[in-house]
């Protein structure tokens, strides 16, 4: 499989690949500018990578919101039609009832139905979800939006998961990765998947929680780098402190 393009794989539309899961408040405004100019990450005729999404390109915009637009009902309400068993599962953990839950809550709500995720994918999670006007934390609006994405990341593992391992390689990620629109350089992926190289010179396997994590990771700093490259086409002319305010917080901010 050739790989001659960072995001843009073929344009063959009959073969399946799922688009990816979104933030919460992603649309899909990108879809028509797409149409109206060569775009540089879709690799679907029908579909933007990872879905429909968009970001904000306003330079006021909270970076760790990554663009969201929240909902003007409280976010300290379930959108209608959330299912029991998430409203459940938050309640159950919200202990103080007050409405939002803190990393080891969110951990613990998860890990009953996904599994235990480390706090570091907890923390990220919570950075590329959280509402804005309640930092560190997360209210029923985002958890549901969280539970959904992670269903979303869960059918992509278990499809790449061609072995039935619980397990995914670094072939694996890559041919996921490059299912939901993401040709990554082999480079990358190395640099990705080196973080959870034991030392014990065995082939590094991922499990679900460091797939998520890998997975935010590409998402999360693509989305930012999108919103400079307003014409797709995979370049971008960033000043020093404009790369430096993109990457910085995110990865300071679940570490």
């Given amino acids: 499989m050739a790989y001659s393009n960072r995001y843009n794989n073929n344009n ?9 899961p979104s933030f919460p408040g992603e649309q899909s405004q990108y879809t028509s500018a797409a149409a109206a100019a060569p775009n540089y990450y879709a690799h679907h005729s029908q579909s933007y990578p990872y879905g429909t999404t968009t970001t ?13 637009q929240y909902p003007p009902s409280s976010s300290s309400e379930f959108p209608a039609g959330t299912h029991p068993d998430v409203i459940r599962s938050f309640q159950m953990v919200d202990r103080d009832r007050s409405g939002f839950i803190d990393e080891n809550e969110l951990q613990q709500a998860l890990s009953s139905t996904y599994n235990r995720f480390s706090l570091r994918t907890i923390r990220l999670l919570i950075f590329l979800f959280k509402n804005p006007n309640a930092p560190l934390t997360i209210g029923p609006t ?114």
């Avoid at 397990?167 to 480079?187: H, N, T």
């Fill in 142 to 255: 985002e958890f549901a939006a969280l539970w959904t994405c992670l269903g979303q990341w869960q059918a992509i593992f278990q499809r790449y998961d061609k072995d039935r391992s619980g397990k995914i390689d670094l072939f694996e990620l890559r041919d996921a990765l490059y299912g939901i629109g993401y040709a990554v350089p082999a480079s990358i992926l190395q640099l990705l998947v080196s973080k959870y190289d034991d030392g014990s010179g065995r082939r590094v396997e991922l499990n679900f929680d460091s797939f998520v994590e890998c997975g935010l990771i590409v998402k999360g700093l693509t989305d930012k780098f999108k919103e400079k490259d307003t014409r797709y086409t995979g370049s971008a002319t960033l000043s020093y402190d404009t790369f430096m305010s993109m990457v910085i917080p995110f990865l300071v901010s679940y570490n």
């Fill in 56 to 68: 904000s390109s306003s330079s006021n915009s909270a970076y760790g919101s990554y663009g969201q």
């Fill in 12 to 20: 063959n539309s009959q073969s399946y690949a799922p688009s990816a």
